[in-house]
């Protein structure tokens, strides 16, 4: 059973500041990764999809990389910017399109 | 232009009510899925179906029935509400149902008293 873990569960930084999101999970038999945004109250808005062939996306401020063998993904934001306060999720994809999320680590970036 | 939309937003019932809540995309998708957000933030998979076929079905209580009349949507009926059936539900869609992309509707913050 795939379980996906996130730390830390909550960080505070100053603007401006570069940080780095983590996503562990235990079985590496992944089709791929997806890396979403959660605003309070409101829906999902996927950032990044990385497949399982991939070491990393990027797209804008926002880099993320996958090493399936340890099980890891990363999200990096860099400049970090109070509109980028939420809560991050990421979540592991079958190919039978079973997903699996993480807690999710809530972010905010202090003006 | 709204990708995935859901109706109610809000629903606030009574224990042992049955309600639904409606799901459609219109990105021409051929999967869609209902998930389950607890008052922990744990968003946790509950139906999946693939062109109207179920493909998906994550240990959830059969009060719980989803209803596919064509590919562009997918209803959530639940039957006997119990106070645990309070939290977020979320729809999604995705091209198809090999790990593809998801997109999100808004949820429906669901209230049983």
């Known amino acids: 059973k795939q379980e996906v873990t996130q730390i830390p569960a909550a960080l505070s930084v100053p603007e401006g500041e570069n940080l780095v999101l983590n996503c562990s999970f235990t079985d590496s038999a992944i089709y791929n990764l997806q890396w979403f945004r959660q605003d309070p109250g409101k829906g999902l808005t996927s950032l990044l999809l990385i497949q399982s062939s991939q070491r990393e996306q990027t797209s804008g401020r926002l880099n993320a990389s996958l090493d399936k063998s340890s099980g890891r993904s990363t999200l990096y934001i860099a400049a970090s910017q109070p509109g980028d306060s939420a809560t991050y999720l990421c979540?592991?994809?079958?190919?039978?399109?079973?997903?699996?999320f993480g807690d999710g680590t809530t972010l905010t970036v202090k003006p | 232009d709204t990708a995935v939309s859901q109706t109610p937003k809000y629903l606030v019932t009574q224990m042992g009510n049955d309600k639904s809540i409606k799901c459609e995309q219109n990105?021409?998708?051929?999967?869609m899925y209902w998930y389950k957000q607890d008052s922990k933030k744990f968003l946790k998979i509950m139906f999946s179906y693939n062109n109207k076929e179920l493909i998906i079905n994550e240990t959830v209580p059969n009060r719980f029935s989803p209803k596919s009349p064509d590919k562009a949507h997918l209803n959530l009926h639940i039957n006997s509400l119990e106070l645990g059936d309070s939290a977020v539900y979320f729809c999604?869609?995705?091209?198809?149902?090999?790990?593809?992309?998801?997109?999100f509707g808004p949820g429906t913050r669901l209230t049983v008293t």
């Open positions: 990105l021409g998708h051929d999967t």
């Open positions: 979540a592991i994809n079958t190919n039978a399109g079973k997903s699996t």
């Open positions: 999604a869609s995705s091209q198809s149902a090999g790990g593809y992309e998801q997109y």
